[in-house]
Structures are given as structure tokens and as C-alpha cells.
């Protein structure tokens, strides 16, 4: 099967860190772009970070010089340390990938395998 495996997340106060895997456990996706989306209730899904085959990332503007996104190849795993946690990140966050050799998009249409969802909540 083709699925992505999410862990992590939780609850933190403000200024605290959580760090957020997922994992293919069916495939490889080393040539794929894969990337982190979040969601908050009332609102459209956001980009958060994103990671290219050949380790490019970008990020948006909201969490930059906050979060990091990583790729281990070698564990098929995407992770996203979050530092400095603020209440606006409160959200639900997906891991996802976009199609084989496809370069890297924050338009979340653009991804076509998802991971479940895990929710990262920070109080003030």
C-alpha cells in the first residue's frame, strides 16, 4: 500500500518545541518533494515546510527561523521540529508527497499522498 505514517505532536506551552515524524511504510519516496501542511478549524490548509529530493527546503513566512524540515532517506521518514511554539500554530499537521521527480509546491492540491493527521496544540 501507499500510505504515510504520522507521530507526534501533542500540547506545549508557548516557547516550548514538539518534533513531528512520518513515515512511508510501503515505499520509498527519495525522489519525491514531501512537505508539512497544517489546518486550523475555520481555515484553509496552509504550507508549512517543504523538502525537496535533493534536500532544498523552503518554508513559510510564519514559522521561519522556527521550524525545520528533515528527511532521513535511509528511514523513508520526514520530520518536522517545531521550537518556539506560539498559540497561532495551534493546528492539525499533515505530512505529505507530491508525485514521483515533481518539484516542490506549498499548493497542498499539489500532493497526492497524505498521512493521517496528528494535532499540535499550544497553549498561551
Known amino acids: 500500500q501507499v500510505q504515510l505514517v504520522q507521530s507526534g505532536g501533542g500540547s506545549v506551552q508557548a516557547g516550548g518545541s514538539l518534533r513531528l515524524s512520518c513515515s512511508a511504510s510501503?515505499?520509498?519516496?527519495?525522489?519525491?518533494?514531501v512537505g508539512w501542511f497544517r489546518q486550523a478549524p475555520g481555515k484553509e490548509r496552509e504550507g508549512v515546510a517543504t523538502?525537496?529530493?535533493?534536500?532544498?527546503?523552503d518554508y513559510g513566512d510564519s514559522v521561519k527561523g522556527r521550524f525545520t524540515i528533515s528527511r532521513d532517506n535511509t528511514k523513508n521518514t520526514l520530520y518536522l521540529e517545531m521550537n518556539s511554539l506560539k498559540p497561532e500554530d495551534t493546528a492539525m499537521y499533515y505530512c505529505?508527497?507530491?508525485?514521483?521527480?515533481?518539484?516542490?509546491?506549498?499548493?497542498?492540491?499539489?500532493?497526492?499522498?497524505w498521512g493521517q493527521g496528528t494535532q499540535v496544540t499550544v497553549s498561551s
Open positions: 510501503s515505499y520509498t519516496f527519495t525522489s519525491q518533494c
Open positions: 523538502i525537496s529530493a535533493d534536500g532544498s527546503t
Open positions: 505529505a508527497a507530491r508525485r514521483w521527480n515533481a518539484y516542490c509546491s506549498f499548493n497542498h492540491l499539489n500532493y497526492i499522498i
